[in-house]
């Protein structure tokens, strides 16, 4: 079984771009959530997807927002990047739809670099 | 809004001893408690986790321990060994939600 995967693995950008994450969910998982860990910091819930459709969001401005394909793959992008914007993104699936206490299953994430 | 910390960074121990991770908590309606290992470049992996009508779950090496009128939930690992290196996180949820991570302890397990 294929784990969750993202790309792009890093992510270099200049501050006031957008940049464009990307999340495949294990198969037959369709809910989807993202998270940035910054520097020092713990995980940080950013979005949650399920079915196509945002289900709930972190306390983030709007310029993070994402969608959720019909194949449950997911997009984060974040607009305006900004200097603090630099960390780690992790997407992570899950079999059930908030409806049950099972695991996250984690990508490696994408390494978000603003300079 | 931090509703679950874990106040120490880091944490170090030698092999065989025994390794003992904490995580508060505020909120009185987590129900579920899970913990998260995280080597470098990887992304996080389940661990263990514990229902708030258990006080211990075991799992070979690893207890967790929940204590509910402390709203506090520790994790101990026994005998620790060098694999066992790595941040570990606390992530306890209620109404299955999945959004509470603390900000993780890194464990190092010194040969």
């Known amino acids: 079984e294929a784990g969750v995967t993202q790309s792009p693995t890093h992510l270099i950008k200049t501050r006031g771009q957008q940049a464009t994450l990307r999340c495949s969910p294990i198969?037959?998982?369709?809910?989807v959530y993202w998270y940035q860990q910054a520097l020092g910091l713990g995980l940080q819930f950013l979005l949650w997807?399920?079915?196509?459709?945002?289900?709930n969001r972190g306390n983030f401005p709007p310029r993070f927002s994402g969608r959720q394909f019909p194949n449950y793959s997911s997009e984060l992008n974040v607009n305006a990047l900004e200097l603090e914007d630099s960390a780690l993104y992790l997407c992570?699936?899950?079999?059930?739809?908030?409806?049950?206490?099972?695991?996250?299953?984690f990508g490696n994430g994408t390494r978000l670099t603003v300079t | 809004d931090q509703q679950v910390k874990q106040n120490s960074p880091s944490l170090s121990v030698q092999e065989g001893r025994i390794s003992i991770l904490n995580c508060d908590y505020t909120?009185?309606?987590?129900?579920?408690f899970l913990w998260y290992k995280k080597y470098p470049a990887e992304g996080p992996t389940f661990l263990i986790s514990?229902?708030?009508?258990?006080d211990k779950n075991e799992d070979g090496r690893f207890t967790v321990f929940l204590n509910k009128s402390a709203k506090h939930l520790s994790l101990h690992i026994v005998p620790s060994q060098p694999g066992d290196s790595a941040v570990y996180f606390c992530?306890?949820?209620?109404?299955?939600?999945?959004?509470?991570f603390g900000s993780g302890t890194k464990l190092n397990v010194k040969p």
């Open positions: 992570a699936s899950s079999p059930d739809r908030g409806e049950y206490n099972s695991p996250l299953h």
């Open positions: 198969s037959g998982h369709t809910s």
């Open positions: 997807y399920d079915e196509g459709e945002e289900r």
């Open positions: 909120n009185s309606m987590f129900d579920y």
């Open positions: 514990i229902s708030s009508i258990k």
């Open positions: 992530a306890p949820s209620y109404n299955f939600n999945k959004f509470y």
